[in-house]
């Protein structure tokens, strides 16, 4: 696949649908070319569009991934066959209290490892940076953003082990508690987007903890 699909398929991957002339822009290319590229590749089954009416004029084509194994193929699932073989054998093994043992067994080493490249002492932008750096490093395209009300946005564009969390959401719930672990208890952080309930990306919400009532 040429560069400039892959780069096309990377935008949809990490800003969601898009139009011809967004694309333009980002790409530094001419829309002529994104329809080109987005022609080929919707025939071969990585994209599609919806059409939105607007008020005059012809409706204007908005375009995302499809969810299809083309998609998920070129943004793969670390070891999904392995990881999954390993979770059903240590179910089996050891039962679901086993599991849960495995999994807050992971968590507390990922805590030490983090711990050692977020400074307690930061701010909280350049803890939540350092956060989505490590998570970038680990394949979830993540990155962050302060909002306009003083929040902070932790973004997951991908879910690389997103085959062993659905068959063990107990990673999922011990992601959220490592978060909240490395990042500090004076911060409140709320999952508002979850790719395993249907969301595009995983996105977590940081802000002040509220004072105790």
């Known amino acids: 696949m040429s560069e400039a699909k892959e780069r096309i398929l990377l935008e949809l991957k990490m800003r969601g649908p898009s139009t011809v002339a967004r694309m333009a822009r980002l790409l530094g290319v001419t829309a002529m070319a994104v329809r080109q590229h987005l022609s080929v590749l919707e025939e071969d089954g990585f994209v599609e569009f919806d059409e939105e009416k607007g008020k005059v004029g012809r409706p204007r084509r908005r375009w995302r991934l499809q969810n299809n194994e083309n998609v998920r193929s070129r943004f793969p699932d670390s070891h999904a066959d392995l990881s999954l073989g390993l979770i059903e054998a240590v179910r089996s093994a050891f039962g679901e209290e086993g599991l849960g043992r495995l999994v807050a067994e992971r968590n507390r080493a990922l805590e030490e490892r983090y711990r050692q490249h977020i400074p307690p002492d ?5 803890r939540i940076e350092a956060l989505a750096r490590i998570r970038r490093d680990e394949g979830y395209m993540a990155e962050s953003s302060r909002q306009e009300d003083g929040t902070w946005l932790l973004i997951e564009n991908h879910c690389p082990i997103c085959v062993a969390a659905d068959s063990c959401r ?14 500090g208890n004076e911060l409140d952080i709320c999952r508002e987007e979850h790719i395993l309930s249907g969301g ?14």
């Open 122 to 126: 930061a701010s909280t932008g350049d």
């Open 170 to 183: 107990g990673l999922c719930r011990g992601e959220l508690e490592l978060f909240q672990a490395v990042l």
């Open 200 to 213: 595009r990306r995983c996105t977590y919400r940081v802000s002040p903890a509220r004072p105790d009532a």
